[in-house]
């Protein structure tokens, strides 16, 4: 298999190179917005975050879906900030582990997200920030030219 070359492409182009994963991995990255067992703007909110911290224009450009007013803005400061609940802010930091280690999560950031979404809400954020940061890794390695991710 060989990877696209690194020449400004849009997502959609790049990953059609890669016919034997491109449509699974698509399906997968979808299937989390329509979660029950976590809300799709949370999720939003863990994908935008992670975008800051890998310094992904590509990803933070992107909008999945659309944010209450203010929180895309004060993404970066969100530990100090109102306008986060304890549950986003509880993926939030689970998120930012994720980034850099994800072996790294300690027993109290998991137990934290299982406090407000279960066990299986917990599995759903740890299986999105995965499938977010190959893409966001992806789009960085590949230079992809536009935030068309699905």
Same mark, same amino acid.
């Given at each position: 298999?060989? @990877?696209?070359?690194?020449?400004? !492409?849009?997502?959609? =182009?790049? $990953? ?6 491109? $449509?699974?991995?698509?399906? @997968?990255?979808?299937?989390?917005? $329509?979660?029950?067992?976590?809300? #799709?703007? =949370?999720? /939003?909110?863990?994908?935008? !975050?992670? #975008?800051?911290?890998?310094?992904? /224009?590509?990803?933070?450009?992107? !909008?999945?879906? =659309? @944010?209450?007013?203010? +929180? ?20 939030? /930091?689970? &998120?930012?582990?994720? #980034?850099?280690?994800?072996? #790294?999560? &300690?027993?109290? +950031? ?18 999105? @920030?995965?499938?977010?940061?190959? =893409? &966001? ?8 030219? &536009?935030?068309?991710?699905?």
């Amino acid at each position: 298999m060989q @990877l696209p070359a690194n020449d400004s !492409r849009d997502y959609a =182009t790049a $990953s059609a190179e890669l016919p034997e994963i491109a $449509s699974h991995f698509a399906a @997968l990255y979808r299937s989390f917005w $329509s979660l029950g067992s976590v809300p #799709a703007p =949370t999720l /939003e909110l863990c994908r935008l !975050r992670q #975008a800051q911290l890998l310094q992904s /224009e590509l990803a933070w450009q992107h !909008r999945e879906l =659309t @944010l209450p007013d203010g +929180q895309r803005e004060a993404l970066s400061q969100w530990p100090d900030s109102d306008l986060f609940s304890p549950a986003e802010k509880a993926c939030l /930091e689970l &998120t930012e582990v994720h #980034a850099m280690d994800a072996q #790294a999560i &300690t027993d109290a +950031q998991a137990d934290a997200v299982k406090g407000h979404y279960g066990e299986v809400g917990y599995v759903a954020v740890v299986q999105a @920030l995965g499938v977010f940061d190959a =893409t &966001t890794r992806l789009g960085l390695i590949w230079n992809l030219a &536009t935030a068309e991710m699905n």
